[in-house]
Nanobody, 118 residues
Framework: QVQLVESGGGLVQPGGSLRLSCAAS????????MSWYRQAPGKERELVAA????????NYADSVKGRFTISRDNAKKSVYLQMNSLKPEDTAVYYC???????????WGQGTQVTVSS
């Protein structure tokens, strides 16, 4: 069955770093664009970063440009989000999302909590 499993969340102090991972299984990973979303309490889910299926292009929310980097390893069927210079406003549940290049298939992970606090 299709699975997207996020890991790497946790509690970190402001200015610190975390690396999120999302491991995919059950679908053709190389045919899917991947992205990270986040949802803070009381707020709508928002796009953080996205990467094309072959990794040839990326885009970022303005709020994370220069601090976060999205990458993928198609051999490992995984996508990553390196988060540096974290701020309290980055606190949220972070979700991994897969969108097919060819069909309407869309998959979501269960999320991982990131808390930035001193």
């Amino acid at each position: 069955q299709v699975q997207l499993v996020e890991s790497g969340g946790g509690l970190v102090q402001p200015g610190g770093s975390l690396r999120l991972s999302c491991a995919a299984s059950g679908f053709s990973f190389t045919s899917f664009a991947m992205s990270w979303y986040r949802q803070a309490p009381g707020k709508e889910r928002e796009l953080v970063a996205a990467i094309a299926s072959a990794g040839e292009s990326t885009n970022y929310a303005d709020s994370v440009k220069g601090r976060f980097t999205i990458s993928r390893d198609n051999a490992k069927k995984s996508v990553y989000l390196q988060m540096n210079s974290l701020k309290p406003e980055d606190t949220a549940v972070y979700y991994c999302k897969a969108v097919s290049d060819y069909t309407s298939a869309t998959y979501w992970g269960q999320g991982t909590q990131v808390t930035v606090s001193s």
